[in-house]
């Protein structure tokens, strides 16, 4: 009996070690591990190189995903109706940049995407990287945008010759979701603070209908800590102190600036990913600059950027409900970025697109 009663706290101790090195699982329901198609639209300029980027390491990780692949440029009066419908079809999509081309003629298919599908919320996840110095360290910040309306709704005409007109529309029912979105988002992924974007002070009306919508749905959520910045104040805080945002909740132009903003601060454009997403659809594409292709040379020597648009497809499997392979993923470019053998120009290095790639797909676990 007394070496039993002795042997009780060895048998404690051996249960416990087994007990902090177990881990919880994600347990799918039958048959989601079933291939899941995604609709893939390599783009203009740089886009068929990173998307490329993208199919190589989903090969070489056997993710339960493959692609049905576009030809659609920027220059296309309108996004062709069968892509629409494949997207439609699989729901998710993931594409590289579309450029579009200023001033008159061709209107921005990457808009008509957004229109026709109701993405109404874009996300953008500006973050440091560990191993990539910048000048500001802290930063995670997420800009969520307003998707559909503001100064982007394309309504515009020349009243007499000389004379243009572009109406800004703000909608209570466009606002109220986008603000449920974010709150949504912060509650959802353990944030503390939602900032509300805005120029309330000069559009009293438009941008106080936004404020009062957002303060609407604050109050639905009292364990998050809501707040609000006057636009030009928060390209200025931004640049100077930036780790005091956390999720930021903007109109349609604010967070096109504030978005490219913060993703310079935080590393450049060529790091961060991002997606736009509605009640049935999603597209994910690179964060920042989404319509920036790159240079015709960046082109040539093939040494595009390709880890926004990888960490874009690790976001993109975890809406698929596939949170392994994220993680692996996500890790996988961590590492690389950590160790800084491989970087393209942008990041300070000389690498190309396929160097990166390979290092990633030799760091996949």
Do not use: W
């Not at 203009?44 to 190189?49: A, T």
């Not at 493959?66 to 729901?91: L, T």
Request: overall charge neutral; charged content about 20%; hydrophobic content about 40%.
């Amino acid at each position: 009996m007394a070496t039993s009663r002795r042997s009780l706290p060895l048998l404690r101790t051996l249960v416990a070690g087994k007990t902090q090195t177990r881990t919880v699982t994600y347990m799918p329901r039958p048959g989601d591990g079933a291939p899941r198609p995604v609709t893939l639209i390599p783009g203009d300029g740089i886009g068929p190189l990173v998307t490329n980027a993208v199919e190589q390491v989903m090969e070489a990780m056997h993710a339960p995903v493959y692609f049905e692949k576009y030809d659609v440029h920027g220059d296309m009066n309108r996004v062709p109706p069968e892509v629409m419908d494949s997207i439609r079809k699989n729901k998710v999509c993931l594409k590289g940049g579309l450029k579009t081309p200023m001033g008159g003629g061709v209107n921005s298919l990457n808009m008509q995407l957004r229109k026709e599908l109701d993405l109404y919320a874009s996300l953008v996840n500006c973050c440091n990287f560990q191993g990539l110095p910048t000048r500001h360290e802290n930063v995670d910040i997420v800009v969520i945008r307003e998707n559909t309306e503001g100064e982007y709704s394309g309504l515009e005409h020349e009243v007499v010759p000389g004379v243009v007109e572009s109406l800004k529309v703000i909608t209570k029912f466009c606002s109220e979701r986008i603000a449920k979105y974010a709150f949504e988002y912060a509650y959802l992924n353990n944030r503390k603070k939602v900032t509300a974007v805005h120029k309330a002070n000069i559009m009293k009306l438009a941008d106080g209908l936004f404020l009062e919508s957002c303060r609407e749905v604050a109050t639905k959520y009292p364990s998050i800590k809501y707040n609000e910045i006057i636009v030009d104040n928060c390209c200025m805080q931004l640049v100077s102190k930036p780790e005091q945002f956390d999720v930021m909740v903007t109109p349609n132009l604010y967070g096109n600036l504030v978005a490219n903003t913060a993703a310079g601060i935080a590393g450049g454009t060529g790091v961060m990913p991002g997606g736009n997403v509605g009640a049935e659809y999603a597209v994910f594409e690179q964060g920042a600059s989404a319509g920036n292709v790159g240079k015709e040379k960046m082109v040539e020597q093939k040494t595009a950027n390709p880890v926004a648009l990888l960490l874009s497809s690790s976001m993109m499997l975890r809406h698929l409900q596939f949170p392994s392979f994220a993680d692996r993923l996500e890790n996988a470019v961590k590492r690389v970025i950590l160790e800084g053998q491989y970087r393209t120009k942008d990041l300070g290095g000389s690498s190309t697109t396929q160097e990166v790639v390979d290092a990633v797909i030799a760091k996949l676990d």
